[in-house]
């Protein structure tokens, strides 16, 4: 019985481009370039998984992943799930849509990093870790044995190493994840049992044909 995860990063976005905050009232979704970024995606994956089909799509409330996940969703005949979950940095309600660079000069937090924000008012990496790592976990569960597409941005894809990988919370190593690019993993074990599900990882930031 083998359960699947594929996470997607959405694809170009605008506050990527012009480098501001893009929290639920500042995004502005995906250029030009990322729309059809999504609807190629969304291509690939139909084909991909035409004897496998997901059984659920979802996507972080974010403008710019709903905007990628809504192509996938029509392709499997589903309809997108929106999972706050799955978002990125619950960044406060001020630094909304202000520019990315101000909101790290101007309001840095002392001693930030993995147990204390970056930046006041921010998550820290451990919140937003769990918080993410949750979402993906129940996912798994409530679709055990099936295919899931999970729609999130770069902290997501980061996340699922830590949920499914056990990395620590401080891992030696970066990533750097593109934009609408495909990591998978796959499990034979049961989700919803201890100890946890061994994962393999199948694929990580795909971009081929997007």
Known sequence: MRTRLVFVRHGESVH???????GPHGCRGLTD?????????????AVRFAADRPEAVYSSVLRRAVETAQPIADAFGVRPVAD????????????????????????????????????????S??????????????IA??????????????????????????QPLFR??????????ITEWTTEDDTTTWPPARWTL?????????
């Open 16 to 22: 990527q481009v012009e480098g501001f905050v893009g």
């Open 33 to 45: 370039l990322g729309r059809d970024q999504a609807r190629k995606l969304a291509g690939r994956l």
């Open 84 to 123: 706050c979950g799955l978002c990125t940095w619950h960044t406060p309600p001020y630094a909304d849509g202000l520019p990315t660079a101000r909101f790290q000069a101007e309001h840095a937090a002392p001693g930030g990093g993995v147990y204390r924000p970056f930046e006041q008012g921010n998550e």
């Open 125 to 138: 990496w451990a919140e937003l870790l769990i918080r993410v790592s949750r979402a993906i976990t129940e």
């Open 141 to 166: 569960q409530r679709h055990r044995g099936s295919t899931v597409v999970l729609v999130g941005h770069s902290e997501t894809v980061e996340s699922a190493f830590h949920a499914l990988g056990a």
């Open 172 to 181: 030696a190593f970066d990533l750097d994840v593109a934009p609408a690019s």
């Open 202 to 210: 199948r694929r990580f930031n795909d971009t081929n044909g997007v």
